[in-house]
């Protein structure tokens, strides 16, 4: 009796096969070891007292009720210091959080408005390191739901920063008193506080601590040398450390300049932070001052430096350099390092304000943003999905030292990176008249929407980049934002608008005697009909696409609709023929160069359900187990789910209950681990319907 063994999500399948059929499922634990997320900025040796908030936070520890974890709000002004108070905190905190600390921006006030939940709970669940980003849920629910059963199980420090509305941080709470959620913001959060959170103000430094801060930047001898001068300039930085780090990178970075030419500041008659970002903006060298400038107008959350180099056409080293020095005078934050972007900077909000009106050179910048984000997304095109379509494109600015995508691993993770970033992109590209940069951008993104299942940017970004398609008024990215949007229609399950979408793209392809398109349509009107379980529906339609394929000498398609037409033949009575369709169209998606091994594994999959549903229960058993052999092999989860529940309804229709149990139990565990609530559901009726009455 040969073995087969495989591994998925961190669970060993092991089913024994004789004669194809199924004897029993065990799983063991082989789970790689948890990775401990540390995510909280390091305390830099100039923090400066803060000793009593930091008694009031333990006191908000002591004595917590048992249920959800605790959230902690932290509020005050812009440069207040809230987020060093929490990385000072948070980390004497860390034994108490032994699995890690979260940190995820809201972005109240960044760049494309506030982060949208699903992105926040995807950014949650990749925190933790355990979850591919090619296998999360699609639906935000979902995304939510997941984050919620991962983050019960452990002990985490949870830090939402900058949250705009208790909405963005209500879903994200975990039902663990073992967690902690702290949450920073401008302004109070009644809506939290109505369910239990804790409220503490951040006030400005006391005026010795004040100086003291000043005294540790500047150092000693700068501050005895002028003591007046550096108490004047600590008063009128209003006990606010953004202020007070402003001010003194200024004088650092300027040993020439006497600390008493600060005093100008105090009649003013401006706020702390915002009279001590004039005086650095003004003190700036030219080169600092353009970089600046320019990387104000790229419309991204945020920024790394090969980014900033293309779309101010700097060098990148020389940009590297000159983001440094920003950093060192407090007008640009150091967020982070990202495996493949590198460093990543943001530009403070009260700095971005000062300096927006600035806009002679906007154009330009965002053109050679645009052009960036474009070439950047078209290598990952050709390595991710080498079949897509290529639109024409402008080639206006080439940027001064692309990024290079050197693996599938790579360019997942920049797309998973500059998620957060297409929308304002495509906004501002709109807002410029750049309709054929938009719409080439949301075409190049086809691997984040398809890979990443990112459906919660999908429908947005297609229909702008529908929007500019018309606009510029190119026939063949009209079609292609056309069908591209029937696909995210139909990917929620919004059957009707994605048949609407599919059949005016026929309509245009048909305009234009392109019998490729002409049949890609008409394949994606069968494939929804057939996702809506219209089965009879589909048939005519699938089986004109096979034609028009075969026509076509296209094998790949020809491959792709037989899949669908012998599985719905099958479903609705005809087995034979059903089974023969199948049969022609895994041959077909066998014999494709380059391979196409996820797409042969699901005709797979449905040839040995048509077997079941043939009575061929050996057969069937023996074929769809192959098939999730091949699903695990991909790293394709949800199809290798999909595979063991093809499994158990075969072993239902065998008449082997407690074997049907067992498979119907394994995949709606790892639907469970997937997130995908609606499979979870369906799996616990199959789950239900075998108890005895």
Same mark, same amino acid.
């Given at each position: ?39 909280? %900025? ?87 390191? #355990? ?35 208790? #909405? ?91 600390? %008493? ?292 000498? #296209? ?139």
């Amino acid at each position: 009796m040969p073995t087969v063994s495989n591994s998925i999500d961190g669970a060993r399948v092991h089913h024994a096969v004789q004669a194809g059929q199924v004897r029993d499922i065990h799983f063991h634990s082989t789970a790689p070891p948890r990775q401990v997320p540390r995510q909280l %900025a390091a305390v830099t040796r100039v923090f400066t007292d803060r000793e009593h908030d930091v008694a009031v936070l333990d006191g908000m520890l002591a004595g917590l009720p048992e249920g959800t974890a605790p959230v902690i709000v932290i509020t005050g002004p812009g440069g207040i210091g809230k987020s060093a108070l929490v990385s000072r905190w948070g980390h004497h905190q860390a034994k108490r959080y032994p699995d890690g600390q979260l940190l995820i921006q809201l972005r109240a006030g960044g760049v494309g408005g506030p982060a949208p939940a699903a992105e926040t709970a995807r950014s949650l669940l990749r925190g933790l390191g #355990d979850q591919d980003a090619q296998q999360l849920p699609w639906q935000e629910s979902d995304l939510q739901a997941l984050w919620r059963s991962l983050a019960v199980t452990r002990r985490l420090l949870v830090v939402l920063e900058d949250a705009a509305t208790a #909405d963005q941080v209500v879903p994200l709470i975990p039902a663990t008193s073992e967690c902690l959620v702290i949450v920073t913001s401008r302004s109070p959060l009644p809506a939290l506080a109505a369910l239990g959170a804790h409220h503490h103000r951040l006030g400005p430094l006391a005026p010795t601590h004040a100086l003291r801060l000043l005294t540790r930047i500047l150092g000693e001898d700068r501050v005895c040398a002028e003591p007046a001068a550096a108490e004047s300039l600590a008063r009128t930085c209003q006990g606010i450390p953004l202020a007070l780090g402003l001010a003194a990178g200024t004088v650092v970075l300027n040993p020439a300049r006497s600390l %008493a030419s600060h005093t100008a500041l105090a009649a003013s008659g401006l706020d702390s932070v915002p009279a001590t970002a004039t005086v650095a903006l003004a003190s700036l060298p030219d080169p600092e001052a353009r970089l600046l400038r320019d990387t104000a107008l790229i419309p991204s959350p945020d920024l790394d430096h090969l980014t900033v180099a293309a779309a101010t056409s700097t060098p990148a080293d020389r940009t590297l350099q000159l983001l440094r020095e920003l950093v060192a005078r407090h007008l640009l934050e150091h967020t982070g390092h990202h495996p493949v972007r590198g460093d990543i900077y943001s530009i403070r909000p009260h700095i971005r304000e000062l300096i927006r009106d600035q806009a002679d050179t906007r154009q330009l910048v965002v053109q050679r943003y645009l052009d960036h984000l474009i070439a950047t997304a078209q290598d990952t095109v050709q390595r991710l999905t080498p079949h897509h379509r290529v639109l024409p494109r402008q080639h206006r600015h080439h940027p001064t030292e692309p990024l290079h995508i050197t693996d599938d691993r790579t360019a997942l993770e920049w797309l998973e990176a500059v998620s957060p970033a297409v929308l304002p992109a495509l906004t501002a590209a709109r807002a410029l008249g750049e309709h054929q940069a938009a719409t080439v951008l949301v075409h190049d993104m086809w691997p984040m929407f398809h890979r990443l299942r990112r459906t919660d940017l999908s429908l947005a970004c297609h229909k702008l980049g529908l929007d500019s398609a018309r606009i510029w008024g190119h026939p063949m990215a009209i079609y292609e934002m056309t069908t591209t949007l029937a696909i995210s229609h139909k990917h929620v399950g919004e059957h009707e608008d994605a048949l609407r979408l599919y059949r005016k793209g026929r309509t245009l392809a048909a305009e234009e005697q392109d019998l490729n398109h002409i049949a890609q349509c008409t394949t994606g009107i069968g494939a929804t009909l057939y996702e809506a379980e219209r089965y009879a529906a589909a048939e005519p339609e699938l089986t004109r696409a096979i034609e028009l394929y075969s026509g076509l000498e #296209d094998r790949r398609g020809a491959g792709l609709a037989g899949t669908l037409l012998g599985s719905a033949t099958a479903r609705q009575g005809d087995t034979d023929l059903g089974i023969a369709l199948l049969r022609q169209a895994l041959a077909d998606l066998e014999s494709l160069t380059p391979p196409d091994p996820l797409n042969a594994a699901r005709a797979k999959a449905f040839l040995g359900e048509a077997h079941s549903l043939a009575d061929e229960h050996d057969l069937a058993a023996g074929t769809i187990g192959i098939a999730v052999q091949e699903f695990v092999r991909l790293g394709h989860r949800h199809w290798a789910a999909y595979g063991i529940e093809f499994l158990g309804e075969a072993a239902q229709r065998a008449g082997l209950p407690r074997v049907a149990e067992s498979w119907y139990a394994a995949s709606q565990a790892q639907y469970r681990n997937l997130g995908s609530s609606r499979d979870v559901e369906r799996l616990q009726s199959r789950l239900l319907a075998l108890l005895p009455e």
